[in-house]
């Protein structure tokens, strides 16, 4: 299994990016697909993350700005990034668990500065 995600770029605060991540290989089912990020100097964290019941779970401090979803014909998940601020910059990592193993992407920067 292998996950490929895009979508990662420079953009001004308040800005929008929209990040993909799409899973290729032997897959039988992809119970959850998700987004984590790490920051220079920090742990990386949970941003969001969406099961295949459709049920999503968002960082507090993305919550209002950040939308999580999921074409699962396409084995496929987005992150749409609203109203982006500095602390935003990361690596953003594109995770799948497809039961019982967690796959990880090549991860996508991102940064917002003026």
């Known amino acids: 299994v292998q996950l490929q995600a895009s979508g990662g770029g420079l953009v001004q605060p308040g800005g929008s990016l929209r990040l993909s991540c799409a899973a290729s290989?032997?897959?039988?089912?992809?119970?959850?697909m998700g987004w984590y990020r790490q920051a220079p100097g920090k742990q990386r964290e949970l941003v969001a993350i969406i099961t295949s019941g459709g049920s999503i779970t968002y960082a507090d401090s993305v919550k209002g700005r950040f939308t999580i979803s999921r074409d699962s014909a396409k084995n496929t998940a987005y992150l749409q990034m609203n109203s982006l601020k500095p602390d935003d910059t990361a690596v953003y990592y594109c995770?799948?668990?497809?039961?019982?193993?967690?796959?990880w992407g090549q991860g996508t920067l991102v940064t917002v500065s003026s």
């Open positions: 290989g032997s897959i039988s089912s992809i119970t959850r």
């Open positions: 995770n799948a668990l497809i039961f019982p193993k967690s796959y």
